[in-house]
């Protein structure tokens, strides 16, 4: 999935610095898998550092130059995340993750309501199912409370102490 995803975006930004005149251009990204939220839940995602444009150069020993690439507009995350969609529908069914029928679209089938209820559970961050239904996840590590705003504490004032 990982190497779907870096593929799939570094081949965008590949192909909008072609449309700039932008020839051989190279560019890269580091990304890191996240595999459990904040509640210790399942939830795989990357975390990505990329390129907002292309290094090229004009021969083989010149000094590369960075070309900064235009800023991304709606349409163009539409067209990456859809590409995105289709390519990892197609492992996962290549890899026999996914019946083949999944293709034709991802809607929750009617006749499959708890998996519906669940999915909108772990969208809202709540308890799905149990004596808890509906309750807030709740949270492993320090509450967004403790932290002044910016996240950095004020030193203490020594004029205040006893």
Known sequence: MRRIFVRTLLGCLGERAESAGITAGRTGAVVVAQRFGSAIN???????LVLDGVYSSAGPFSRPVFQRAEPLTDQHVVEITTRLHRRILRYLTR????????????????????????YAAAVQGRVAIGEQSGAS???VGRSRDARPPGGVRKP???????
């Open 42 to 48: 399942l939830n795989l995602y990357f975390q990505a």
């Open 95 to 118: 890899c026999g993750r996914l019946p083949k029928a999944e293709l034709d679209g991802d809607e929750v089938q009617p006749d499959e309501p708890l998996l519906a209820e669940l």
């Open 137 to 139: 996840v709740e949270r």
């Open 156 to 162: 203490a004032d020594p004029s205040s102490s006893p």
